[in-house]
């Protein structure tokens, strides 16, 4: 029975930490979780690069929520344009044009490389990474999808089953069409490479051997994270994405660049694609599009598809496509990274202040086998040992060894993201450096503590 709040807010009482947790494990439903196993921290409120728990206790985020607050917690502009457009025009159906949408998607377009002129919006990077297959699909003519182990593309049914993690495994019953590739990762090679230009080409040799053992005819897609997010920011190396985009064109296959973590300045770059050089035929996005202040993601697609939809009904839509609120934070989100040069920040501060400073806490600490990354987008790799390269953690689970590093960097104000045997660096586009060195410092305090 809902309780009526004796307030002239309806808010005001979700305020209170004590209430908020109670009422979170009586009734709030965990992703990903075993639901009597977990006791969520309550955030009351956030600001720039930190939050602040039920405690008020304040923590620098160098997990940018879930890789998603590019601009920050709570940034005027985006904040300011969702509530101008709240008191214009809250909602409307996907069916009818308004300034708004049409606005965002121009913006997007701007940015996105190539003849990626035409926008489809989604409600995130799951249902994106669907509809691109589904273009794909009816496109060619063609139903299998190709994807890699170590990689996401969302919780959704065909997401989830193109996804290479062990997220996949619950509902992975092989009735999706998705087939799965081994993509480059010289530190894990498949391959037995020596060097990254071995790990590219045995790595291409692999791909393209799947593709005709599979039948290059029954292929409507290869789907690529530009950089691998959640399965570890594994930087393809030079001539890879480009070798891919060679194959795809040669038998007809559509490439499909899933940038909904690695997009909109994350890398460095406005997309990560534009590390490679290469335009796919369709670009998913998300997250960082608006900062993820409200939900908001979408397809870019080239020319030769949206032809193909130009007198033929596409056969799928959203009730919240283009949502007015979610694009106005978009429309603010991609003014602000223009007008202040967002991209070119995060650039710098990879190669400034994290690369650097990584690279520093790998001399110092034995469990630190790897780093990698780009801009604001960096892996930690954490093994037991160095030579044999076994990971501090299980693929797939964790280890007293890895709770001990996050509760070290949580206890020390540090708010970090971590999965499986590593710790993803990866703060808000807007951290300065003098947040990212804190940071960074925090997290050598807590290697330190958790080694002993």
Request: charged share 20%; hydrophobic share 40%.
């Amino acid at each position: 029975m809902t309780d009526v709040l004796s307030t002239t807010s309806d808010l005001a009482s979700t305020y209170d930490a004590e209430r908020a947790h109670a009422l979170d494990r009586a009734h709030v439903f965990h992703s990903w979780s075993a639901q009597a196993e977990i006791d969520p921290m309550v955030i009351t409120r956030a600001e720039g690069s930190h939050v602040w728990d039920g405690e008020g206790r304040r923590y620098l985020d160098f997990s940018s929520q879930l890789v998603f607050t590019n601009l920050g917690h709570q940034h005027p502009r985006i904040v300011a344009a969702i509530q101008e457009q709240a008191g214009h025009l809250t909602t409307v159906a996907p069916a009818f044009a308004n300034g708004t949408r049409s606005e965002a998607a121009r913006l997007i377009a701007s940015h996105t490389p190539g003849d990626l002129d035409h926008v489809f919006f989604t409600n995130g990077g799951a249902d994106a990474n669907e509809h691109a297959v589904r273009m794909a699909r009816l496109h060619t003519g063609r139903h299998k999808v190709l994807t890699t182990y170590r990689s996401y593309h969302g919780g959704t049914h065909l997401a989830v089953n193109m996804t290479g993690d062990p997220r996949r495994w619950a509902s992975d019953h092989g009735s999706t069409g998705t087939v799965h590739f081994f993509g480059p990762f010289l530190y894990r090679s498949a391959f037995h490479a020596t060097t990254e230009q071995e790990e590219c080409q045995r790595a291409l040799e692999h791909l393209e051997q799947v593709v005709a053992l599979e039948g290059p005819g029954t292929i409507a897609a290869i789907v690529l994270e530009a950089i691998p997010g959640t399965a570890g920011i594994m930087v393809p190396p030079p001539g890879y994405l480009a070798g891919v985009r060679e194959i795809c064109d040669r038998y007809g296959i559509v490439l499909i660049a899933d940038e909904v973590m690695s997009g909109f300045g994350r890398s460095g770059r406005w997309f990560a694609v534009e590390h490679g050089g290469v335009t796919p035929d369709l670009l998913t996005f998300a997250k960082g599009v608006n900062s993820g202040y409200v939900p908001l993601g979408g397809v870019a697609i080239s020319d030769a598809i949206h032809a193909t939809f130009a007198h033929r009904t596409y056969p799928g839509g959203l009730t919240y496509s283009g949502h007015p609120l979610a694009c106005a934070a978009a429309v603010a989100t991609i003014r602000t990274m223009e007008d202040d040069d967002v991209v070119g920040r995060a650039d710098r501060l990879g190669t400034d202040v994290l690369g650097p400073g990584l690279r520093a806490l790998a001399e110092k600490h034995d469990w630190i086998g790897e780093v990698r990354g780009t801009g604001a987008f960096w892996a930690v790799e954490l093994v037991r040992d160095r030579t044999t390269r076994e990971p501090l953690a299980p693929y797939g689970g964790s280890s007293p060894e890895m709770a001990a590093i996050v509760k070290g960097c949580q206890e020390r104000g540090l708010l970090p993201f971590s999965n499986y045997n590593r710790i993803h660096v990866v703060p808000p586009l807007t951290t300065t450096d003098d947040e990212a060195r804190e940071g960074l410092a925090l997290l050598d305090a807590a290697l330190t503590a958790a080694a002993g």
